[in-house]
């Protein structure tokens, strides 16, 4: 089911930029959910499949935000800051801007914005695996998510005739969603 969504007005999330060696970058790394490679990062956000595997791809000068339950997840230095404005230490308040968002529901047919995903993007849809319902490749390595989440799409690119030419997207776990966004439609 597509949906127009919002984020909930005036929502503040706490976040990080990566490679100012502060106290909470520390402790992402000390605990896993943050690796230093070199040019950049790896995070661990509740949507890698296991901890063998990379970790989504982030660098010097990104973000990372803290979801509800203290999860890490990266945001590209452009976007946080066009999305963001601080409000003190490591507190930030989002902008809300409608978006277009892609539930599983049952019988219902996939959107044309979501067969472009599996068609164009890698975008694999599991339909006899709960946990792993959704496959991929997004930052640099392959998320995972359940039948439950979200799609969230940041970007829908379309022609003069209204044909699709490019998406951004990511999944969104229900549990944050609900948290997180509002449903417009």
Request: aromatic share 14%; net charge negative; charged share 35%.
């Amino acid at each position: 089911m597509m949906m127009r969504v919002k984020k909930k007005s005036g929502k503040i999330v706490q976040a990080i930029q990566l490679g100012k060696k502060e106290m909470l970058e520390e402790q992402l790394i000390t605990e896993g959910k943050l690796r230093y490679v070199g040019d950049g990062y790896e995070v661990f956000s509740r949507e890698i499949l296991n901890r063998e595997q990379k970790g989504e791809r982030a660098y010097i000068g990104d973000y990372v935000k803290f979801d509800e339950a203290g999860c890490p997840y990266p945001n590209t230095k452009e976007f946080f800051e066009k999305n963001h404005h601080q409000i003190g230490k490591n507190l930030y308040e989002q902008y809300s801007i409608p978006l277009w968002a892609w539930k599983f529901v049952d019988s219902e047919e996939w959107s044309e914005e979501v067969r472009f995903l599996v068609e164009k993007k890698g975008l694999l849809i599991n339909e006899s695996d709960y946990k792993e319902y959704m496959k991929a490749p997004l930052w640099g390595t392959v998320l995972a998510a359940n039948k439950d989440a979200v799609i969230i799409f940041y970007k829908i690119e379309r022609d003069k005739k209204g044909e699709i030419l490019d998406e951004e997207f990511n999944f969104c776990a229900w549990e944050e969603f609900q948290k997180t966004y509002d449903v417009l439609d």
